[in-house]
């Protein structure tokens, strides 16, 4: 029971990380970045895709072994459609960690354009991102449960 209750909390609290890296991303990301910049976000995507994989964890946990039954998941579309969302986020994140990555190291105060795909691109994964507190409701609410 305990380790099902810190699970639940583990999975939470990565969830609320996910968030607030992700908001920290929107702000900061503008069309021109220095180097500096670049690595501050560098930081701040490392830390999005600890809390991403934590939040995957756990929640395979939960649904495999500590949560509900399996069935309870499986036979609910609306949980295909979130973990559906969940990995076009994690799809959609791909671009910005690697020009990230790829761009953070060199001089300090060189500038960098930033593509508009790359700043709509982490928009996009937050407005998702807001979609999935509503789809856990109503799973947890036993709406499309199809037994």
């Known amino acids: 029971m305990y380790l099902e209750l810190f699970?639940?909390?583990l999975h939470f609290i990565s969830i609320f990380g996910i968030v607030a890296?992700?908001?920290?991303?929107?702000v900061l990301v503008k069309p021109v970045l220095n180097r500096q910049e670049l690595a501050r976000l560098s930081k701040i995507d490392a830390l999005y895709g600890i809390?991403?994989?934590?939040v995957l964890g756990a929640?395979?946990?939960?649904?495999?072994?500590?949560?509900?039954?399996s069935e309870f998941y499986q036979?609910?579309?609306l949980f295909?459609?979130?973990l559906s969302l969940y990995s076009l986020i994690?799809?959609?994140?791909?671009?910005p960690t690697v020009f990230f990555i790829k761009n953070r190291k060199g001089n300090p105060q060189d500038e960098l354009q930033i593509s508009s795909w790359l700043i709509w691109s982490i928009r996009i994964e937050l407005i998702l991102l807001l979609v999935l507190p509503f789809l856990a409701i109503l799973m947890a609410r036993g709406i499309g449960y199809q037994a």
């Not at 994690?90 to 671009?95: A, C, E, F, H, P």
């Open 7 to 9: 699970v639940r909390y």
């Open 21 to 26: 890296s992700l908001a920290l991303e929107v």
């Open 51 to 54: 809390c991403a994989l934590t």
């Open 59 to 69: 929640g395979l946990s939960l649904w495999l072994w500590l949560g509900k039954s």
């Open 75 to 77: 036979q609910n579309p």
């Open 80 to 82: 295909w459609l979130k």
């Open 90 to 95: 994690g799809i959609l994140s791909i671009y």
